[in-house]
C-alpha cells in the first residue's frame, strides 16, 4: 500500500496543503499572477519536459506535497469545470505488438492503470489520459480526461513517496474544436483552479 492510499485516511486536504507544497503547471499563462506568491515551477509541454524538471527540482528541493494544475480535455466532464485525478494512464504507450497490455510499459513490472494521489471532496474524479499529442477525436472509455503531463508527475511522485494532488480545469471537449476552445478558455484556468485550491483549504 503507498504512502497516498494508507495515509489519506488520516489526512484531510486541508493539512495536507500545508505540507510544503509544491505547485506545479506546464505553462505560465495556466497560473498567471494568481499564483506568484507560491512560486510555481513550469515544467513546460510534455511528458520528457515534465519528467526532467520535476525530478531536477525535487533533487534540489523536496517538497511535501506536489500539485499538478493545469488545463485538460474531456468530453464527459464540462467544459470549465475542475476534475480530480488520482488515476493515470499513458495513452501513447501501446506496444501490443509484442504481448504487452495497451498502455502497459514493457518489462517496467507496473500495471497499465497508475492510481496515485489524494482525492479532492467536492469535486470529480477523473482517469487522467496523458500523451504527448493534442487530441481532438477522443472516443475511448479507457480514460476521460486528457493532457500531456500528469503522468509522469505522478508516476515520480509514487516513486519519490511524496503525496500528490492533481486538478484539471477542463479548457476543451477533446474533439475537433478543441483547439480553438483551448486557446479562449485556457486564460480562465488559473481563477478557477485558485478557487478550488482555496476550498479545499478551508478546514
Known amino acids: 500500500m503507498s504512502i497516498i492510499?494508507?495515509?489519506?485516511?488520516?489526512?484531510n486536504?486541508?493539512?495536507?496543503?500545508?505540507?510544503?507544497?509544491?505547485?506545479?503547471?506546464?505553462?505560465?499563462?495556466e497560473a498567471t499572477e494568481l499564483f506568484e506568491s507560491v512560486k510555481p515551477l513550469f515544467?513546460?509541454?510534455?511528458?520528457?519536459?515534465?519528467?526532467?524538471?520535476l525530478t531536477k527540482r525535487i533533487a534540489r528541493q523536496r517538497p511535501g506535497l506536489i500539485i499538478n494544475l493545469g488545463s485538460a480535455g474531456s468530453n464527459k466532464f464540462s467544459k470549465g469545470s475542475v476534475v480530480c485525478c488520482?488515476?493515470?494512464i499513458q495513452r501513447d504507450m501501446d506496444v501490443r505488438p509484442l504481448g504487452f497490455s495497451?498502455?502497459?510499459?514493457?518489462?517496467?513490472?507496473?500495471?497499465?492503470?497508475?492510481?496515485?494521489?489524494?482525492?479532492a471532496p467536492g469535486l470529480p474524479s477523473g482517469?487522467?489520459?496523458?500523451?504527448?499529442?493534442?487530441?481532438?477525436?477522443?472516443?475511448?472509455?479507457?480514460?476521460?480526461?486528457i493532457d500531456m503531463e500528469a503522468?509522469?508527475?505522478?508516476?515520480?511522485?509514487?516513486?519519490e513517496k511524496i503525496p500528490f494532488l492533481c486538478l484539471?480545469?477542463?479548457s476543451d471537449g477533446a474533439d475537433g474544436q478543441a483547439a480553438e476552445d483551448w486557446q479562449v478558455t485556457v486564460h480562465s484556468a488559473a481563477e478557477v483552479l485558485k478557487q478550488a485550491i482555496d476550498q479545499l483549504s478551508v478546514p
Open 127 to 145: 482517469i487522467c489520459g496523458t500523451g504527448d499529442s493534442f487530441e481532438t477525436g477522443h472516443q475511448t472509455e479507457d480514460y476521460d480526461v
Open 43 to 53: 515544467v513546460g509541454i510534455g511528458k520528457v519536459n515534465a519528467a526532467y524538471h
Open 13 to 29: 486536504i486541508a493539512e495536507l496543503l500545508k505540507q510544503d507544497p509544491l505547485f506545479v503547471f506546464a505553462l505560465e499563462y
Open 5 to 11: 492510499q494508507s495515509d489519506i485516511q488520516t489526512l
Open 151 to 159: 503522468y509522469p508527475l505522478a508516476w515520480i511522485a509514487q516513486e
Open 102 to 119: 495497451k498502455y502497459e510499459t514493457p518489462l517496467s513490472g507496473q500495471a497499465p492503470l497508475l492510481e496515485y494521489g489524494f482525492a
Open 168 to 170: 484539471k480545469y477542463i
Open 86 to 88: 488520482n488515476r493515470f
